[in-house]
């Protein structure tokens, strides 16, 4: 057995690590956003984390185009840390940080930009795919639904983030899909 075997890593080695890489900015935390709600779920405050520049993940596994096309569970999770990179760089020009919510019952959101104004919007990151954007949709309107009103405001608009797309649309739920690309607009 090999010293840099994977199974002989302990915390403090992947501490260690994890450490080194946020040092030399290869990845970055997003904290967890903790809501006024009226689910009794217990809210994850761990942290998660996304590289910086997704392509440093893609050449460290050596993979390429056809690679990532053939495996879109790992593409969509590399296209999640490419949006939560822009979204920061655009939550940070409207005077707000970025954020994500987990709980102890399984509804998540990848994204919450909450501004110091108080406002805040819920952001789904998907590849696309109408069930995929449905789900995403389904998650945010849950979240939503729980969030106590008489303490905080409800989110100012929620949307599905896709990869490819020419043009935004508004969902008769309200929520908007929005293509990566147009986020500059």
């Known amino acids: 057995m090999f010293a840099n075997d994977a199974s002989?890593?302990?915390?403090?080695?992947v501490a260690d690590y994890i450490k080194a890489l946020k040092k030399l900015f290869v990845i970055e935390d997003l904290a967890a956003w903790n809501?006024?709600?009226r689910s009794k779920a217990a809210i994850r405050t761990s942290d998660t984390?996304?590289?910086?520049?997704?392509s440093i993940g893609i050449a460290a596994?050596?993979?390429g185009p056809k690679d990532l096309i053939n495996d879109l569970d790992s593409f969509g999770l590399f296209f999640e840390d490419m949006a939560v990179r822009d979204l920061r760089v655009y939550a940070e020009a409207l005077d707000g940080q970025l954020y994500h919510y987990r709980d102890s019952s399984g509804l998540e959101c990848d994204t919450v930009l909450h501004r110091r104004n108080g406002s805040y919007a819920l952001l789904e990151v998907k590849l696309g795919g109408e069930?995929?954007?449905?789900?995403?949709?389904?998650?945010?309107?849950?979240?939503?639904?729980?969030?106590?009103t008489d303490k905080m405001p409800a989110p100012s608009f929620m949307a599905v983030i896709i990869g490819v797309g020419q043009y935004a649309y508004q969902r008769q739920d309200g929520v908007f899909v929005?293509?990566?690309?147009?986020?500059?607009?």
């Open 8 to 13: 002989t890593l302990d915390e403090d080695t």
């Open 178 to 185: 929005i293509p990566i690309g147009c986020l500059k607009d």
């Open 61 to 63: 596994l050596g993979i």
């Open 35 to 37: 809501p006024n709600l």
């Open 49 to 54: 984390r996304h590289f910086v520049d997704p």
């Open 131 to 148: 069930d995929h954007i449905n789900a995403g949709a389904a998650s945010m309107i849950e979240l939503a639904g729980n969030i106590d």
